[in-house]
């Protein structure tokens, strides 16, 4: 799903859990994120400042920690949403779990 204004995008996208080693499965995140945010996404990449309100959600108990999370999250959005992750000026970030879906909601505003 995806709203998209001049200064606001709001986006979920459903995320398969990941196999392999941590690096591998981190890769392969990023490019499954990129392929599909790009899929959705018209617009042209941020040039300036943005803050983002990002939700994990997961269907079981999540073992690991949110800036991990944040990390992987912040590499896929360079190039598609933002030029750079330094643009990135304010992030609020929370885990939820044991939900029926598995994916990511993101808001991403100006700021």
Known sequence: MLNER????????????????DYQKKLN???????????????????????????????????????????SLLDALKLVLVKDDNQIKKINAEIIENCFIQGIAIIIEIY
Do not use: A, T
């Open 29 to 71: 995140f990023i490019k499954e994120f990129r392929f599909k945010l790009s899929s959705l996404i018209s617009r042209k990449i941020y040039k300036g400042n943005v803050k983002l309100n990002v939700k994990f959600f997961f269907k079981n108990i999540y073992k690991g920690d949110v800036d991990n999370l944040l990390k």
């Open 6 to 21: 001049s200064e606001k995008i709001d986006i979920f996208l459903e995320i398969k859990p990941q196999s392999g080693g």
